[in-house]
Structure formats: structure tokens, C-alpha cells
């Protein structure tokens, strides 16, 4: 099975605050999110499932991201996000990773093309007429979510899981 996700914001905690606090997520601390959203990702995603995740997976340095990974089931291919501060291609935890934030990534899932970018700005490059879905992070929830687009992020989504195409159809059309 295919999932689509973004903006976990794994250990995004700064002077000015956290994720918690800026998207009002209802967690006491990142820890407790951590933990909350391992557990929601594994109720959903099976170790031979793909994932799909359109940015900002962590704040967090290589070996945090390695730490985070080991404990995530499927396969993850990653579009960097503006917040993904891993240097190296992928720290060896991701099947593929793309570094593209406004440009879009292609792929076909039960007969829909899919078109995909972290941020909503990617529709200025899509060619509309390649695609039947435009799927996008970074809006944590406050993108308009309209006909074929849609914002795939965790305050987006039910549980802060990933979702799949038929959940996406569900809440788009």
C-alpha cells in the first residue's frame, strides 16, 4: 500500500518555541509527540508499505533521524522540506530522497497521477495536464484544500498519520 505525509517536525524546538506551539498541537512536549506519532505511523503503515513524505520530517541531526527511522514501519521516500537539516543524501535511513522543494515529483498510484512538492507554491512548475492530484506539506493545515490538491501534513490528518489515496479522495472530492 501507498501513504502520503510531511511536517512531523521531529525534535523542532528552537528559542523562539516548538512545533507544538506553533501549530497548537495538543501534546505537553516533543517527547510525548514523538512517541504519539511512531505509534499512529505503525497502526497505519506496514514494514513493506511505501511512504511517501513531502517534507519537513526532522530538525533533528543524522544520528537523530537514524534513531527516529528504526522505528518507523515501510519504506520512505523523502522531498526534503525548508526544515530537513540532514546533509548527507538520505544518513542511510531513506529509500530515496529528492532535494526539490518547489519543484514537482511524479509518480502514478492506481491508475491517478500524482504530482507532489513540499510546498503548495510547486503548482506555479506543475503542468496541470499531467496530473489528477497535486499533494503538498508545509501549510500545517492551513492550506485550502480544494478538488485535486491537498495538503498531506500531519495537522492536516487524521491522528497525525499518514493517509492513503482513498482517504485523500475521501477529504478532497
Avoid at 4 to 11: F, K, N, Q, S
Avoid at 82 to 99: A, L
Amino acid at each position: 500500500m501507498t501513504f502520503w505525509t510531511a511536517d512531523h517536525h521531529l525534535w523542532h524546538k528552537t528559542q523562539s518555541g516548538s512545533i507544538i506551539e506553533y501549530a497548537n498541537r495538543p501534546f505537553k512536549n516533543l517527547d510525548e509527540m514523538h512517541e504519539y506519532c511512531i505509534n499512529e505511523w505503525n497502526k497505519v503503515v506496514g514494514m513493506g508499505d511505501l511512504v511517501w513524505y513531502l517534507g519537513d520530517f526532522s530538525f533533528g541531526n543524522k544520528l537523530m533521524v537514524q534513531t527516529i527511522r528504526k522505528y518507523l514501519n515501510g519504506k520512505i521516500i523523502l522531498l526534503m522540506g525548508n526544515h530537513d537539516r540532514i546533509k548527507n543524501n538520505n544518513c542511510g535511513t531513506f529509500k530515496e530522497v529528492y532535494r526539490r522543494q518547489r519543484q514537482p515529483i511524479y509518480t502514478e498510484v492506481d491508475g491517478y497521477k500524482i504530482a507532489m512538492a513540499h510546498r503548495k507554491e510547486a503548482l506555479a512548475f506543475l503542468d496541470k495536464t499531467k496530473n489528477d492530484l497535486f499533494l503538498h506539506g508545509h501549510s500545517h493545515g492551513n492550506a485550502i484544500n480544494e478538488g485535486k490538491y491537498f495538503d498531506v501534513g500531519v495537522d492536516n490528518c487524521p491522528n497525525f498519520a499518514p493517509v492513503t489515496l482513498e482517504q485523500i479522495l475521501k477529504l478532497t472530492l
